[in-house]
């Protein structure tokens, strides 16, 4: 089946830290660009951190320093390493790739997963 699975959310105090993982599944052909993302209740959806396939990465300002990501091709799967967790990280993230089923390349999500951080 094609999807996005996440896991490793939780509830964590301020100055924790917590790993996340989503792997992908499905026939896949090849997967370009991966990343998370990050939606607080009644906001929108930020980018948190994207992975090329080369492994080149990007970040937003608000997380550089304290987040992590990382991608294993050979599992089709990223991480995102979370330390130094602040209350404004809570969050549900959302993993986010570039797929390509053998149809071309296509965005996928992942159901998300929650992220809390309590002061």
């Known amino acids: 089946q094609e999807q996005l699975v996440e896991s490793g959310g939780g509830l964590v105090q301020a100055g924790g830290s917590l790993r996340l993982s989503c792997a992908a599944s499905?026939?896949?052909?090849?997967?370009?660009?991966m990343g998370w993302y990050r939606q607080a209740t009644g906001k929108q959806r930020d980018l948190v951190a994207t992975?090329?396939?080369?492994?080149?990465?990007n970040y937003a300002d608000s997380v550089k320093g304290r987040f992590t990501i990382s991608r294993d091709n050979a599992k089709n799967t990223v991480y995102l390493q979370m330390n130094s967790l602040k209350p404004e990280d809570t969050a549900a993230y959302y993993c986010?790739?570039?797929?390509?089923?053998?149809?071309?390349?296509?965005?996928?999500w992942g159901q998300g997963t929650q992220v809390t951080v309590s002061s």
């Open positions: 499905g026939s896949i052909f090849s997967i370009n660009a």
């Open positions: 992975i090329t396939s080369g492994g080149s990465t």
């Open positions: 986010n790739a570039r797929i390509d089923y053998g149809v071309g390349l296509r965005s996928s």
